[in-house]
């Protein structure tokens, strides 16, 4: 089965970047999107189609895809920001997500 | 604004049986397929399956094939999440989502329903 493969965890500093990567084998067919899910929360949608980002979503969130990977960027990274993030794409009409990674803002 | 209204959190027995429910409200419920999306406790998120409430379009993912049943009713804009057999596994939290179709990212997300099957 189509599998998407994240680091369970990251960690960054207030004000620095964080980066998360998103990889599978056939993420360069396909759209990827991000979601954040803060705890006891329903998941959030933050970026669809590789990099487009949803109204209302802050300007410091952003995504790009190289090739089979897909990256969540988050710039001037905020205590707001700690969450877990998932990525997502289809494999053919079968609807995959990431493993998740947890973002601590230390 | 749009909104996935889900039902409320259940406490059941092994082997009872089970139906949840999606409601969507403030957009024409037939422009958004409707998937499930289960957290196990601690857990990440799993597809296990999508719907297109236009035509009942069905279709799971292998992993969740046949452990449950997706249904929906245009009439009254609710999709459903049923379970004829329940097991202590299926503990957890299911989550409505709305994507305008196979390829599209889940624009919208429901509350939550939680359900624990315990004896």
Known sequence: SYELTQPPSVSVSPGQTATIACSGDRLGDNYGSWYQQKAGQSPVMVIYEDWKRPSGIPERFSGSSSGNTAILTISGTQAMDEADYYCQAWDSSTVVFGGGTKLTVL | EVQLVQSGAEVKKPGESLKISCKGSAYTFTNYWIAWVRQMPGKGLECMGII????????????????????????????????STLEASDTGIYYCAGTYGPGRAFDYWGQGTLVTVSS
């Open chain 2, 52 to 83: 297109y409430p236009g035509d009942s379009d069905t279709r799971y993912s292998p992993s969740f094939q046949g452990q449950a049943t997706i249904s929906a009713d245009k009439s009254i804009n609710t999709a459903y999440m049923q379970w």
